[in-house]
């Protein structure tokens, strides 16, 4: 039986959504809880930019976990500590935040080892699991942006991950060769942090782009948290800086610190110490659900979530770890 | 000087990686041995992260292969498929991989473990980055510790081309040409792959280790080089710079052989 696809691929189907999608120059700003519940429902297709524990848009993980959204598709894609948060809503007693999984890599936090929790949701078969590699499901966004049905590829053939992906083979039409045709993903919504916005939702970061780039003009809505707001002039005069324009964007929240407990580059590194009291605390299903209603459920929103954390002094200390490493290599 | 078995399998694979040629390498021992390459024999080796860092003076290990030491002082900071696509277009010389098993071919499982894919036994992160990088860089080396559980006859799950089923089957199945793994370093001994079977073969021992050993860690008949020799055990050099430049917080020399 072949894999499903969760979403459309058709390219008129996306142009229909991307027809009614505001073109006007708006001022977007908002809060997180605002941004989830205007446009976050339950049953989207949700996608996370940032690259699983870097430049996350942890605050909107958070506020769907409060705010109780259900049963939502997600792209794993290289999706470490944002599954790690999402499966919290599943197998807690709030229902089932997630349902529908393309995965390329989940449930391992890299080199800091496997969340036991994300386990016990993706082993209890309540997911619907669909597989990739990292560069099929990125060329998904590719293919999306474009506005094409799919786009080729060489990897995957030959092996399970093929099989159980809903790619399919092709033959090149000028060569002959062997080929994969990678299928579009046209997420409903998608939240993506970045440094700098301005209040119409035009935007810039820096490090790696990861999917970004793409992400934001394949996604029929779009959330955006920045780390700063900065005055629209500012785009206006480096407009060769800009990599997200005002277009795809539907929410600005500002959101000082949006990433954490994950690295932000040229702001602050990740707290490595909090991370794997996530990965310890989900050990005991008991403990897991107390230390949620703490440091999650509990809280009103992030900057309280941060507060907790250590606030400003542990903050201070993820900066100065992010901005003078290289003075400790000398 | 005395040598963990750790420090003897990044040694070993920092020794597969020539200078002037570019690797893609995820985190943990893959990044020690690029790092200890580039500090000593091969200081124009290119590094790059499947997340977008090209080239990059890594100030430290990396946590993450997204996270910000990846593209320090790197020439090039971009997409995954950018640098995905460096890859496919051949421009990627080796990359390191690791897995839950290995088969005789060199097909690698990091899916799961069980026989129904709708309900693993045990669930594991998928393939990331593993399929495509197996699938375009020209050779690829692995690092597995060596166990009857992990270097298995058949795959629960064939998530990253080796040779497939065998000689032709990766150009058969649209694979690029003359691509494929060529090196598993275990912390027993370091294998290479027969020219014409495409099987797991033993090309040298770690110093003090036999060919019983290894046989008895396999769970598959391993060929033999007609000349396998001794895995040459690490410099007092290399040593020094791994515990000192590369490695000093322990993060990998500390987790076991």
Redesign the interface.
């Known amino acids: 039986m072949p894999a499903p696809l969760f979403t459309s691929v058709s390219s008129d189907a996306a142009r229909q959504a991307f027809a009614t999608k505001p073109r006007a120059l708006a001022d977007k700003v908002m809060s997180v809880a605002e941004a989830v519940r205007r446009f976050v429902h339950d049953g989207d297709y949700f996608c996370s930019g940032g690259f699983g524990s870097n430049r996350i848009p942890t605050a909107v993980l958070h506020e769907i976990l409060r705010q109780g959204k259900q049963n939502l598709g997600f792209a794993g894609h290289t999706a470490t500590h944002d599954f790690e948060v999402l499966c919290a809503g599943n197998r807690t007693g709030r229902g089932k935040t997630l349902a529908k999984v393309d995965i390329s890599y989940v449930l391992g936090l890299e080199a800091r080892g496997l969340s036991p929790h994300a386990r016990r949701v993706i082993q209890s078969g309540e997911l619907e699991t669909v597989e990739w590699s990292n560069y099929a499901l990125a060329l998904r966004f590719t293919a999306a942006a474009m506005g094409v049905p799919f786009v080729p590829a060489r990897s995957m053939q030959g092996t399970d991950t093929m099989a159980k992906s809903a790619a399919k083979p092709i033959a090149c039409p000028f060569t002959g060769e062997k080929l994969v045709a990678i299928p579009a993903l046209y997420p409903d919504v998608a939240a993506i942090h970045v440094h700098e916005a301005d209040r119409f939702g035009n935007c810039r970061f820096v490090g790696t782009s990861v999917a970004d780039i793409d992400l934001a003009r394949a996604a029929k809505r779009l959330i955006i948290t920045c780390e700063r707001l900065v005055p629209h002039d500012r785009m206006r005069q480096n407009p060769h800086h800009t990599q997200i324009p005002f277009l795809c964007v539907d929410a600005v929240c500002e959101v000082p610190f949006g990433s954490y407990p994950g690295n932000m580059p040229g702001e602050y590194f990740s707290d490595e110490e909090h991370l794997r009291t996530w990965l310890t605390v989900e050990q005991d299903e008991a403990a897991f659900l107390k230390f949620l209603d703490e440091f999650v459920f509990g809280v009103p929103d992030f900057a309280a979530y941060l507060d907790k954390c250590g606030g400003l002094r542990r903050l201070q200390a993820l900066r100065q770890r992010e901005v003078l490493v290289g003075d400790a290599a000398q | 000087m005395p040598f963990t078995p750790m420090e003897l399998m990044i040694c070993a694979a920092a020794g597969e990686l020539d200078d002037g040629r570019t690797v893609a390498v995820?985190?943990?021992l893959p990044c020690a041995a690029a790092m200890l390459a580039q500090k000593t024999h091969a200081p124009n080796l290119v590094i790059c992260f499947?997340?977008?860092?090209l080239a990059p003076l890594l100030?430290?290990m990396p946590?993450?292969?997204?996270?910000?030491?990846?593209?320090?002082?790197a020439v090039l900071?971009?997409?995954?498929?950018d640098v995905?696509q460096f890859c496919?277009r051949g421009m990627i010389d080796y990359t390191f991989l690791s897995g839950a098993q290995i088969d005789p071919f060199g097909?690698l499982n990091s899916?799961m473990i069980g026989t129904d894919?709708?309900?693993?036994k045990?669930?594991?992160?998928?393939?990331?980055?593993?399929?495509?990088l197996a699938?375009?860089c020209w050779q690829t080396l692995i690092v597995m510790k060596h166990d009857a559980k992990k270097f298995v006859p058949r795959l629960d799950?064939?998530?990253?081309?080796g040779y497939?089923s065998g000689p032709g089957?990766?150009e058969?199945?649209?694979?690029?040409a003359n691509t494929g793994p060529h090196r598993v370093i275990s912390d027993l001994a370091v294998m290479d792959f027969h020219p014409e079977s495409k099987r797991m073969r033993v090309r040298s021992l770690h110093p003090g280790k036999t060919l019983a050993e290894v046989q008895t860690a396999t769970g598959f008949e391993l060929l033999v080089s007609e000349s396998v020799n001794t895995t040459p055990e690490p410099t007092e050099l290399q040593l020094s710079i791994l515990r000192t430049q590369v490695d000093p917080g322990r993060?990998i020399l500390g987790r076991a052989g």
């Open positions: 995820g985190t943990g499947e997340a977008g860092g100030p430290t946590i993450s292969v997204g996270d910000s030491t990846t593209f320090h002082k900071a971009t997409s995954m498929t995905m496919q097909n899916t894919y709708a309900r693993p045990v669930r594991l992160p998928g393939s990331g980055g593993a399929n495509d699938s375009f799950f064939l998530t990253t081309p497939l089957a990766r058969d199945a649209g694979l690029p993060y």
